[in-house]
């Protein structure tokens, strides 16, 4: 949603001459084509003064201003890259061109880029009015103000785009989605955010702002200062994170006019909070609700929401196909040096632009399409914008090159399942004590520990999921190990050499130092890495290997070349899980685990590592599209490990941790559906919830799903995802098609009460033993008094002269009667016994 872009040319040496630009500012302030086709060669000229003639003459721009060039020297062709920024009265045109020089005279002109309609916008302006009222309208939201003062901006009329309000306003949002009123009044108390506001920052579309933007009786007026200088201090609070583009080298900030498909609103001083409100038909989800003082998304959804359930078919544009990544590491100051060289593969014809994902802490040293460097932009979520030289044909190889160093600030370190939250006020008191405890701890640690993954950005990726292979050469200092995805194929020195050959979604490395253990005997290099302050370390080869022996037999064979368990000390327990390698936290001695959803470990002693190795295929090889099917990695990896627990431990402990984890998923199922993804307890910094739903819930529907249509018919099914999607994404609505050709079933009502839905069941169940035609038979009647209908197996349970009877219902309606012959009468009729779903049941007998 920010948009702040910041336009990057590296300039090395500039020494064009000074008169070619005096030439072009000349020719274009007096509109004199015969000037401009001095700067070119003799058989450009004509051309090129048709050129000006059309673009500069006949578009009205009157000014232009140059930056400093970028100049190379190839084989005695000097060749520039220039920027030049045109002005007519209102609009500015940014264009980038590629020159090539035939001594002081420009002998080629390629026209890379051009940014037209940039605008330098500004309030206030002179036009500030009051209005008896105010009032703007957008998508599920409406704000009014009355007695107010409006800023317009410097526009024309007929151009406006921004405007600032102030006054006595009300801002009301009322999201048309079901979950998404529910995500605000589980925040906020109420399913609509109505709340008084003092200001509001307004972008439209001109179109827009005169549809949409109502004004009564506006009259010119002077504002007293105050609100002037306070208008002009949101101006420069807000003007630049949307819509705007940063030119740093003309030392600029211009605008860009929201297209009609999109409106932003800054709501500030508002008594609930502040908040932004962003629409866009651009977007896969096109609105967007977020709290800015708590830098949270609150609400995230398209109005009409079945779109959400239907893969947005944005084509992607590129295929990452290899990257080859050199790290020079100092454990010192922690600074990485990195050169990174990507393979791309054009997917559609006619591209010449590419957009990755690079941590913005990083410094960018060049950034290069074969051997010659490219203009990129950067924007403050570390998006990076490259626009390439050439144009690609479908099928076409890209190969380029990053050269990039820095610190990579704050603890960003990814684990998986987290068991430890963030501690909330009320429990800090016993909080600081741990991490009093903790820092002294940590204070004296002797051992670093230096984990980059996924989070940290530290190599480039697309926004999309790409699976690609990579070498990973790491440099690191005497006494370090550096171990990354794929094999270990050499080490030179302090130099270590890794090659990744089957497909991965990102890369990880781990640098430490460690005691080392292997195991000879197993078909792939299985080895163990304890931290040197460990102690005697607790090493279970045996384990490992019955675990991949269970999920090869599930999911066929484990699909890498190695497999390292990493452990390391810290202060929450939880692992994670990138191809072939895993990290394992055990905790530093003082600590005690918390209770959480998302920790079995004290029934299974091996539970973070069974449900880390179910990664390698789950997560690894197949992995959830969008943050809305973040269950398709957890509650997957999750679901094997309660049929690893089921196998080894037996139905007793496998029971009691069902019912466990059902008191969790009672407690946390109202924070969100499991198709709420990442946002589950995001908001409230609700980490448990996020366990419940998104590891807990979505195991538990797979289990009951199993129970309706037997374990192999699920395992067939995830088996043939894993075929069919391997070395890509999957949606959860794609898995349920994957499970409804397996089974020939329709699972449409199974998967919207499961996982797109926060509400359980509530059942009452009434029974009675009746005798028809003199035989005597059991009625229980089920029914669901929620407003969901849910489908649901039922395990029962009764004594039937005395003699114990189980039976399964398949509850799918709302009201349901089940019949039972008997041999006597039944009593002792016990429900959802063992406990397998969650939700409330009643049970009442009938005379
Ligand atoms: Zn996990």
């Not at 800054?266 to 409100?277: A, C, D, Q, R, V």
């Not at 802490?361 to 010659?372: A, H, L, M, P, V």
């Not at 998006?383 to 890209?398: D, P, Q, V």
């Not at 999921?465 to 005497?478: H, M, R, S």
Request: overall charge neutral; glycine content about 6%.
């Amino acid at each position: 949603m920010k948009r702040i872009l910041i336009l990057i040319i590296l300039t090395y040496s500039s020494l064009l001459s000074q008169s070619l630009f005096e030439d072009l500012k000349k020719a274009v302030e007096l509109g004199k084509p015969e000037l401009y086709s001095q700067i070119f060669v003799d058989n450009k000229k004509e051309i090129e003064t048709e050129w000006f003639e059309e673009n500069i003459i006949k578009r009205g721009f009157k000014k232009v201003e140059v930056a400093e060039p970028y100049f190379s020297s190839n084989e005695g062709v000097k060749k520039g890259i220039l920027q030049i920024l045109l002005k007519s009265e209102i609009e500015n045109e940014l264009q980038i061109w590629e020159i090539q020089m035939e001594g002081e005279k420009i002998s080629e002109k390629k026209i890379v880029k051009r940014v037209p309609e940039l605008y330098e916008v500004q309030i206030p302006s002179k036009r500030i009015e009051r209005a008896k009222e105010v009032s703007l309208l957008a998508r599920d939201i409406d704000v009014v103000f009355k007695n107010a003062i409006v800023f317009w901006d410097n526009l024309p009329i007929n151009r406006n785009t921004a405007v600032i309000i102030y006054g006595d306003g009300i801002l009301h949002f009322y999201p048309s989605s079901r979950e998404e009123r529910h995500q605000v009044s589980i925040n906020f108390g109420s399913s609509e955010i109505l709340t008084p506001i003092k200001w509001l920052y307004v972008r439209f579309s001109p179109l827009n702002l005169q549809k949409y933007f109502k004004i009564v009786e506006p009259i010119k007026i002077n504002p007293p200062q105050e609100i002037y200088d306070k208008a002009s201090e949101i101006f420069s609070q807000f003007s630049s994170l949307s819509f705007s583009i940063e030119l740093p080298a003309f030392k600029k900030i211009l605008f860009t006019l929201p297209s009609p498909q999109e409106i932003l609103i800054e709501s500030i001083e508002g008594k609930l909070g502040e908040f932004t409100y962003n629409f866009s038909t651009l977007l896969e989800e096109n609105i967007t609700f977020m709290d800015r003082k708590r830098e949270k998304i609150l609400c995230l959804y398209s109005p009409d929401e079945e779109k959400i359930r239907i893969k947005f078919s944005s084509t992607s544009l590129w295929n990452l196909l290899h990257e080859d990544i050199y790290l020079d590491f100092n454990p010192g100051d922690e600074f990485l040096n990195i050169k990174a060289k990507l393979l791309l593969e054009s997917k559609e014809d006619d591209i010449d632009s590419l957009f990755l994902r690079l941590n913005n802490s990083f410094e960018i040293k060049s950034i290069t399409e074969k051997n010659s460097p490219v203009l990129f932009m950067r924007d403050n979520q570390g998006l990076l914008s490259i626009f390439l030289a050439k144009r690609y044909k479908k099928g076409e190889m890209l190969e380029l090159s990053l050269d990039y160093s820095g610190k990579i600030y704050g603890e960003i370190e990814l684990v998986d399942i987290q068991t430890e939250k963030k501690p909330s006020p009320r429990k800090i008191g016993r909080e600081r004590k741990l991490q009093d405890r903790f820092s002294m701890l940590k204070g004296n640690r002797k051992e670093p520990f230096y984990l980059y993954s996924y989070t940290s950005l530290w190599h480039p990726l697309r926004t999309e999921w790409d699976f690609f292979t990579a070498n990973i050469t790491i440099k690191v200092p005497n006494g370090f190990t550096a171990i990354s995805n794929g094999n270990l194929v050499r080490k030179e020195g302090n130099t270590f050499f890794w090659e990744e050959r089957v497909p991965v979604k990102y890369l990880s490395v781990v640098i430490g130092r460690f005691y080392s253990y292997t195991d000879f005997e197993s078909k792939i290099p299985i080895k163990f890495f304890v931290t040197m302050e460990s102690g005697y370390p607790d090493i279970d080869f045996k384990r490992v290997k019955i675990i991949l022996k269970f999920f090869s037999s599930l999911y066929g064979e484990y699909p890498y070349e190695k497999l390292y368990v990493i452990k390391r000390k810290w202060n929450t327990l939880g692992g994670h899980s990138p191809a072939s390698f895993i990290i394992l936290n055990t905790l530093i001695k003082g600590l005690i685990p918390k209770s959480s959803p998302g920790d079995l470990s004290s029934d299974v002693r091996e539970y973070f590592l069974v449900h880390e190795i179910a990664h390698q295929w789950w997560g690894n090889i197949v992995t959830g599209r969008s943050y809305r099917d973040v269950c398709i990695p957890e509650g997957i990896s999750q679901f094997s490990t309660f049929l690893y627990i089921k196998d080894f431990y037996g139905d007793r402990v496998f029971y009691d941790i069902i019912k466990r984890i059902i008191t969790w998923i009672n407690k946390k199922s109202t924070t969100g559906s499991i198709s709420l993804g990442t946002r589950v307890g995001h908001f409230s910094d609700d980490s448990d919830a996020f366990l419940a739903v998104i590891y807990d819930k979505s195991a538990l529907a797979l289990y009951l799903l199993q129970r309706i249509l037997g374990r192999e018919v699920l395992i067939d099914s995830l088996r043939e995802v894993l075929d069919k999607y391997s070395y890509s994404d999957i949606s959860i609505g794609e898995l349920r098609k994957v499970i409804e050709r397996k089974s020939g079933t329709d699972l449409g009502k199974f998967f919207s009460g499961w996982f797109y839905n926060y509400t359980l069941p509530e059942v009452e169940i009434y029974w009675k033993n009746e005798n028809l035609n003199g035989k005597n038979y059991l009625i229980l009647k089920v029914v669901q008094k929620g407003e969901t209908e849910f489908v649901f197996p039922l395990p029962i349970q009764w004594k039937d002269n005395q003699i114990m009877r189980n039976e399964e219902l398949l509850v799918s309606k709302k009201e349901e009667v089940f019949k039972f012959s008997l041999e006597g009468k039944a009593s002792s009729l016990k429900v959802n016994k063992p406990k397998i779903v969650p939700g409330k049941f009643r049970v009442f007998k009938e005379r």
